[in-house]
């Protein structure tokens, strides 16, 4: 996958749980993928997932590990998040 295509799957994250994530989370994801702040939106976002114990699927799993992987991001957060 090119940057350009990771860095566009990674800004359509916060759409993807914004209806699971708290207003104040969901506020600073959006800023940070308008600035192109790739690595902070992934650490918040995980964060929030797993503070708030918000359930996510399978394929929104496989999405996140693909989108830290492809940034060379560590994937072990994602060990913590509530999958059904």
Do not use: H, K
Not at 11 to 25: C, G, K, N, Q, W
Not at 50 to 56: D, K, L, M, V
């Amino acid at each position: 996958m090119s940057e350009a295509e990771l860095a566009t799957r990674t800004a359509e994250l916060p759409e993807v749980f914004a209806a699971r994530l708290p207003a104040a989370d969901l506020a600073g994801l959006r800023s940070m993928a308008s600035g192109g702040e790739w690595e902070e939106l992934l650490d918040l976002l995980v964060s929030a997932l797993s503070r708030t114990g918000a359930p996510i699927a399978p394929a929104e799993l496989d999405q996140l590990r693909e989108v830290l992987s492809g940034w060379g991001l560590p994937t072990t957060g994602l060990d913590q998040l509530v999958v059904r």
